[in-house]
């Protein structure tokens, strides 16, 4: 047993083991500081868990009734002895009557979860399986359950229990990669992160020992809202066409490998991090090799002739810039300025921006940008470009591409090192346009005040966190 010495008294007491989320704020939950011990030991409590899942694009999902009320994937506690698949099947049979013994699966998930028997003390570690079956089979509640039904996708219930939707959540995605991109059972896939729009991201090896590529799709059951399904798909389809002109027009600054292909898909070479590829400014000697790299890629990107149609569907992102920036703030009576004063509160460095506001819309109104004459990416941040020391610049998601004024692009993207904490003084006289600054400012302050749709407002917090860092740099430099 592991002791600790009371600094008081020097006697010895056994340590308990602690909830691993203890320190992780982001996952802490207040049910933890419960005294009261619901599950069988102090430490971890393992389980198991069955998502069973039809081979549909938008699959059906069986799901339990629990005591509580709550929905649930069926699992249970593992017995002594027992394999987590085993443990898997065996709950499932015991709680739907649905028999998973000559059923493949595929392990999704194995950790700590969310569990209102938890406690500082206690808590459950899952292992979770996919189950794929051709249609929706017979169930019959037992054991814990109260009910079982099968449930779409796109529909799931609010209430699920603990974890259990991120838990579908994650057999969802390893549902499309095998059903709907049709990838071999031995791919290695990896999630990657970022970007905002509802696509899966991710990268694959269709084998251990294969190339490793960077997929983005396309995914109609992720949207409610057949307009922006629409608008996801025509984006896509865009950033392909895009690609495709940019290495017609021999540009380097690009993927070396793109492909598109069914159904709304696009695979590229995959810039992983693993191999040296930096997705964020190096904080290093490195830093303004990386700068002066990305600036020069931007700029050579100006001396393409841009293509006669980008897309007819989509709106051009210059007009976009302005009817959805200072062309949409009127008057100090706006809902901006309201919503805006818990940013001026949050952000103490947000007052003058806070004060300004009604003068710099003004400024832009009397100081509109040139008309448009170069091709730009338009949506220049880091996150958006990938950086090797010996490779160079790539750059990426190219859904927002479109003309531009000149420094477009490199004025964007040394407002997202500022706001970031990177020193970019010595690049701003030759490098950033304090007027498309500005019209980023009248962007990103219109944005950060729209509603969002998770109750997720870290997103609105960045465009404001944004539209003060181009402040602070217009300020600077006009």
């Known amino acids: 047993m592991t002791e600790f010495s009371s600094p008081n008294n020097q006697e010895l007491y056994p340590l308990k083991p602690l909830h691993p989320w203890l320190e992780c704020p982001e996952r802490y939950a207040p049910t933890l500081d419960r005294q009261e011990r619901e599950l069988w030991y102090d430490g971890p409590n393992y389980t198991a868990d069955a998502v069973i899942m039809t081979r549909d694009a938008d699959p059906l999902i069986l799901l339990i009734t629990r005591r509580d009320g709550s929905y649930a994937v069926p699992g249970g506690f593992i017995d002594a002895s027992e394999s987590t698949e085993r443990a898997a099947i065996r709950e499932a049979y015991e709680e739907t009557s649905v028999n998973l013994a000559d059923t493949k699966s595929s392990l999704i998930f194995s950790g700590v979860v969310d569990d209102p028997r938890a406690t500082k003390h206690a808590w459950i570690e899952t292992t979770a399986f996919l189950f794929s079956v051709d249609k929706p089979l017979p169930s019959k509640a037992g054991d814990d359950a109260l009910d079982t039904t099968w449930c779409r996708y796109s529909q799931l219930p609010g209430e699920l229990y603990g974890s259990h939707r991120e838990i579908i959540n994650a057999a969802y995605e390893r549902h499309f990669h095998l059903h709907t991109l049709k990838f071999p059972e031995t791919a290695v896939v990896e999630k990657a992160n970022g970007g905002h729009m509802l696509y899966h991201r991710f990268f694959v090896k269709h084998s251990p020992s294969s190339p490793q590529y960077f997929v983005k799709s396309h995914d109609k059951v992720l949207f409610s809202d057949q307009s922006r399904a629409n608008h996801s798909i025509q984006y896509l389809e865009k950033e392909a066409l895009v690609y495709e002109y940019l290495r017609s027009s021999s540009y380097l600054f690009i993927p070396t490998i793109s492909q598109s292909h069914a159904p709304h898909t696009i695979t590229m070479e995959a810039c992983h991090p693993d191999e040296n590829w930096y997705w964020r400014a190096p904080k290093n000697a490195a830093y303004h090799n990386y700068v002066e790299d990305i600036l020069s890629a931007f700029y050579q990107l100006e001396t393409i002739a841009p293509p006669t ?53 003004d400024y832009a109104l009397h100081h509109p940008p040139q008309p448009p004459s170069v091709l730009a990416h338009h949506d220049a941040r880091q996150a958006n470009i990938a950086w090797h020391p010996s490779n160079g610049a790539r750059l990426v998601d190219w859904s927002w591409t479109g003309l531009a004024t000149p420094k477009s692009d490199s004025t964007n993207f040394l407002i997202d090192l500022h706001k970031h904490g990177h020193d970019v003084s010595r690049y701003l006289d030759d490098h950033f346009d304090p007027i498309h600054a500005l019209t980023l400012i009248g962007f990103w302050i219109e944005h950060s005040t729209w509603p969002v749709g998770n109750g997720d407002n870290d997103v609105r917090k960045q465009q404001f966190l944004s539209a003060l860092s181009a402040y602070k740099l217009f300020t600077k430099t006009i």
Not at 309 to 317: G, K, L, R, V, W
């Open 309 to 361: 149609d980008f897309h007819e569907n989509i709106e051009p992102t210059h007009i976009l810039l302005a009817t959805e920036g200072w062309g949409a703030i009127h008057d100090t009576t706006d809902t901006v300025y309201t919503s805006l004063f818990a940013y001026h509160h949050e952000i103490p460095s947000a007052d003058t921006l806070y004060s300004d506001l009604t003068d710099l819309r």
